[in-house]
């Protein structure tokens, strides 16, 4: 119970921090955020399933959305395994960049060391037959989840706002192939594979739509990586120069 207790301190000591670098805000009253925060959600999902189901509106999105990138990276339809790489690669970058600066890396650490030792402290509770730590564990887990679930709504922020544009590059990149001359691609499994096949692994998915994964999802990995590790040590180096002065 000592390391939750220590876990909870430091994590009480970082938001004050936290607060104290945005130039004492905290002190004075704000207005509260959460309903309009909701509603500007609720609004933005509500408008992504119009345009999931409304089959002219995203066509719409997504050729507005190819007249800027077709001149980019379209290459005249030469190339569409290339412009699949750049599609992958900016909707990469913008959903990594949009949840890593709405994302506490270093509170989610702390939270995660936090269960990971109330965890433990639970299983012990059980173990020994203790009800009345384990009802206390029970509660400051309650309260542990309804910080997290803060925490994951402001990480949900970017990633609707972003599915707009996600849907549209998507749209096109749809039409792209769709226009193309030739959509035959030679792969050594298959030297004439069309890109609007059926993925050899994942039956129910386009080929074109699999090799978009393919480049997106391990670019993705790396950049946030990349991120991470130079939020923390912006972080370890911001306290090294406090512990000096």
């Not at 050729?63 to 001149?71: D, I, K, R, V």
């Not at 074109?208 to 939020?231: D, E």
């Amino acid at each position: 119970m000592s390391d939750i207790k220590e876990s909870g301190n430091s994590s009480r000591r970082h938001d004050k921090s936290r607060a104290e670098e945005k130039g004492g805000a905290g002190d004075a009253p704000q207005a509260p955020q959460g309903d309009s925060s909701q509603m500007g959600m609720m609004f933005i999902f509500l408008f992504t399933m119009i345009i999931m189901f409304n089959p002219g509106l995203r066509a719409g999105m997504g050729s507005a959305m190819g007249s800027l990138l077709y001149p980019l990276i379209g290459f005249e339809g030469s190339y569409p395994v290339i412009t699949i790489l750049f599609a992958s690669l900016i909707t990469g970058t913008l959903s990594v960049i949009g949840r890593h600066y709405f994302t506490d890396w270093i509170q989610m650490g702390k939270t995660q060391t936090i269960q990971k030792a109330l965890g433990k402290e639970m299983r012990a509770a059980q173990l020994k037959n203790d009800v009345a730590k384990l009802t206390k564990l029970r509660e400051y887990q309650m309260k542990m989840s309804k910080e997290q679930m803060g925490s994951m709504s402001s990480q949900m922020k970017p990633t609707m706002y972003m599915m707009i544009v996600f849907i549209a590059i998507f749209t096109w990149l749809w039409i792209f192939i769709g226009a193309l001359p030739d959509t035959t691609l030679s792969l050594p499994w298959n030297a004439n594979m069309d890109f609007n096949d059926k993925g050899p692994v994942v039956g129910l998915m386009p080929l074109g739509i699999l090799l978009y994964m393919f480049f997106s999802m391990p670019y993705s990995q790396a950049v946030q990586y990349i991120l991470k590790k130079m939020t923390f040590q912006k972080r370890l180096e911001a306290m090294d120069s406090e512990s000096n002065d």
